[in-house]
């Protein structure tokens, strides 16, 4: 029932852009925490971002300054904008939706290479 569709991943050389999008369906997404975590092969998973249901941000050290969280509760959809992209950044990236229980999206690959 519950359901979170992420997009918008791709391959794209250092320096470039992303938009990743998330559609929440079986929750009620305004009282909900959204995220994205990152998850490479041979590292921690990491948390990239959080935003309140109010729309207050938190970043990770690692992303602050290149990345941007953002959501409209009208369109059940939370996104993260991802710029100045680094080698680094690579990882399969998931939503969650957080209030008491956590649900996670299936992920979406992002590769940063030349």
């Known amino acids: 029932q519950v359901q979170l569709v992420e997009s918008g991943g791709g391959l794209v050389q250092p320096g470039g852009s992303l938009r990743l999008s998330c559609a929440a369906s079986?929750?009620?997404?305004?009282?909900?925490?959204m995220g994205w975590y990152r998850q490479t092969p041979g590292k921690q998973r990491e948390l990239v971002a959080t935003?309140?249901?109010?729309?207050?941000?938190n970043y990770a050290d690692s992303v602050k300054g290149r990345f941007t969280i953002s959501r409209d509760n009208a369109k059940n959809t939370v996104w993260l904008q991802m710029n100045s992209l680094k080698p680094e950044d690579t990882a399969v990236y998931y939503c969650?939706?957080?209030?008491?229980?956590?649900?996670w999206g299936q992920g979406t690959q992002v590769t940063v290479s030349s």
């Open positions: 935003i309140s249901s109010t729309g207050s941000p």
């Open positions: 969650t939706a957080t209030q008491y229980r956590q649900y």
């Open positions: 079986g929750i009620i997404f305004s009282i909900y925490t």
